[in-house]
């Protein structure tokens, strides 16, 4: 007999699909298609981890879905918590792989002193080919898409990690979610939909490092999560640098594409602009991204460059240094200046590599 791990390994999801396929899949098993709807409420309503849990279900046919089915998508190997709150979740894989997600407790605090915003940064892919040389990620490349289930399994499994709701969800930790645009669209009407209350759409926020045909397509699409955008970089010489994809991207088709996304969707959008000592931080560059702030309705993130030593860059990578905190405060000024609503990203979970750009594992 097989060990319980690899047995459910070779078996297909339960989790990440939705009502629809749920029906497709109980009139193949020979049974009822209102069991759908009790599958999928069991699932994201009330968040039953284990077929056996599902009572709604007759014993035979929990009995089955055990038997054909995974529940879990996605299993907690690890937890490490962090000294200001953040914790960084290592979820294995039924392939034996493992992706991290973060959660990230806000700065900003209700009156009984418990933080207003749980945000929780979760992966699209195993790796990333796009290669930007600040992010940890790149140097796993590339192993696979996530499948809707292992995506959605991130959320249902950190939430029992989280003593309250988690509120936001940020489609930035490993990889490019545009380049597994089904799945995560897939994931996201699940975790949108009104019924499971897992998180509303206004509080989940796609980020691309410019996969152009992507913003096209949710702006065709009416997507109503909102968009963000890695720039960092105000010239095309230095994106280049950065984030080799602005190569089959350049900034100003970027741009172009922005302007098409806020014509079509009137939804505003946030860039990301990681600070870099003496490469992006100049008053030329603070001008130009004001330039680019108000061409739509914008917000820029400003993020501390987080060195990722621990990976043992070289090349362009191994010169990145972050500015300075008097720099960052001048830059942060400067764009003020340029009537920019700039925010700050805190370095929430440095302590356990845990903050923006740092996500890395060796790939099994
Ligand atoms: S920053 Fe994002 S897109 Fe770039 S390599 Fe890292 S995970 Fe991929």
Not at 55 to 67: F, M, N, S, V, Y
Request: one cysteine or more; hydrophobic letters at 40%; aromatic letters at 6%.
């Amino acid at each position: 007999m097989l060990p319980a791990r690899d047995r459910v390994a070779g078996l297909p999801e339960l989790k990440g699909l939705t009502v629809a396929q749920l029906e497709q899949v109980f009139l193949d098993l020979g049974q009822k298609k209102y069991r759908a709807q009790q599958v999928y409420d069991a699932l994201y309503v009330h968040r039953i981890p284990d077929v056996h849990g599902m009572t709604t279900l007759p014993a035979d046919l929990r009995a089955l879905l055990h038997e054909r089915f995974r529940t879990s998508s996605v299993e907690l190997e690890s937890l490490q918590h962090s000294e200001d709150g953040t914790k960084k979740f290592l979820f294995a894989l039924h392939d034996g792989r493992v992706i991290e997600s973060v959660l990230i407790p806000s700065e900003m605090v209700e009156a009984d002193g418990k933080p207003r915003r749980r945000t929780l940064c979760i992966s699209t892919q195993v790796g990333c080919n796009l290669g930007c040389t600040f992010c940890a990620t790149a140097t796993m490349k590339l192993a696979r898409n996530l499948s809707a289930g292992e995506i959605i399994d991130q959320f249902l499994q950190a939430q029992l990690h989280s003593e309250q709701p988690i509120t936001n969800v940020v489609f930035m930790g490993m990889g490019e979610p545009m380049n597994n645009y089904d799945n995560v669209m897939q994931a996201t009407s699940i975790l949108n939909d009104q019924r499971t209350l897992m998180v509303a759409p206004r509080r989940t926020t796609l980020s691309t490092a410019g996969v152009l045909p992507g913003i096209v397509r949710m702006a065709d699409e009416g997507r109503i999560i909102k968009l963000a955008l890695s720039l960092h970089a105000t010239t095309q010489e230095t994106r280049v640098k950065l984030m080799p994809i602005a190569k089959k991207w350049p900034l100003d088709q970027v741009l172009e594409t922005l302007d098409y996304y806020y014509k079509k969707t009137r939804k505003s959008v946030t860039y990301e602009y990681i600070v870099f000592k003496g490469l992006n931080d100049t008053l030329d560059d603070a001008r130009r991204l004001g330039r680019m702030a108000r061409r739509l309705p914008t917000k820029v993130n400003l993020i501390p460059f987080h060195e990722i030593d621990f990976t043992h860059p070289t090349g362009f990578s191994a010169e990145l240094k972050p500015a300075s905190p008097e720099r960052f405060q001048w830059f942060i000024d400067r764009l003020r200046e340029e009537d920019v609503r700039v925010l700050v990203r805190s370095s929430s979970g440095l302590d356990i590599d845990a903050a923006c750009g740092q996500l890395a594992l060796s790939a099994s």
